[in-house]
């Protein structure tokens, strides 16, 4: 199950510890290496040590265990919700609004930090990571980044063409990091089946968002109507 770090009166919920088994190809890490990991982060109110580690995330489906501190959230153009985690490596440790309070800096230098990361974080993908193959007759690209984080890669539209080629595209993130371009005009129906197909292999797979991207901006699209952000 998801577990907390405390320090000094905060927690940190953890993300990547989690009590149902994964499906084939997902691999989470050991509780001694997210162990290890965690003893390695600094205070919760050490900005100058965590902004580096800072990183917007998606909603992720499966609800975290009661009494979990609320994530500090904001919307983000166009219109798509993100909180805010540091990135360990093996783990995923929340922000709350109570951790945010100890730093130094607004919500928006916290949005604009988490931003500014995803894009370092995008701009150092080899493009030889994106994996070119059809789904039975329909093209796609499919990028893990190995550095967590590509669904996100989203929010930075100007850094997917490398990667992805010029586009239009829609792009599904079943997963945290994995981001996948389908042809903008591909069958939402199929969309759907390939994001489902992958996202129940995940116990923390993300809501069924598409994202549609020209190069320069990008468009939220629900795949079921009740998602309307992710």
């Given at each position: 199950m998801p577990r907390s770090r405390r320090g000094r009166g905060n927690a940190f919920t953890i993300d990547r510890i989690v009590s149902v088994p994964a499906g084939p190809g997902i691999h989470s890490a050991s509780v001694q290496e997210v162990v290890e990991a965690v003893q390695a982060v600094p205070p919760p109110e050490d900005w100058p040590g965590l902004s580096r580690m800072l990183v917007p995330i998606f909603q992720r489906l499966r609800p975290y265990f009661d009494g979990s501190p609320e994530p500090l959230r904001v919307l983000v153009p166009p219109g798509i919700s993100i909180s805010f985690a540091i990135d360990i490596g093996p783990?995923?440790?929340h922000v709350s609004p109570d951790i945010a309070a100890k730093w130094p800096v607004s919500l928006h230098e916290i949005t604009e930090r988490a931003l500014a990361n995803v894009a370092e974080r995008a701009a150092h993908v080899p493009v030889d990571r994106v994996l070119r193959q059809p789904v039975g007759h329909v093209p796609s690209a499919w990028?893990?980044?190995g550095i967590g984080g590509a669904s996100t890669f989203v929010l930075q539209?100007?850094?997917?063409?490398?990667?992805?080629?010029?586009?239009?595209?829609?792009?599904?993130a079943p997963m945290r990091d994995l981001l996948i371009a389908l042809p903008a005009d591909v069958d939402r129906e199929f969309a759907l089946w390939l994001y489902a197909e992958l996202a129940e292999q995940d116990?923390?797979?993300?809501?069924?968002?598409?994202?549609?991207s020209d190069g320069s901006r990008v468009t939220l699209e629900a795949l079921e109507?009740?998602?309307?952000?992710a």
């Open positions: 783990a995923l440790l990028l893990q980044s539209p100007r850094a997917l063409p490398r990667l992805f080629g010029p586009g239009p595209h829609l792009f599904i116990p923390n797979c993300l809501a069924p968002i598409g994202f549609w109507p009740e998602f309307a952000t």
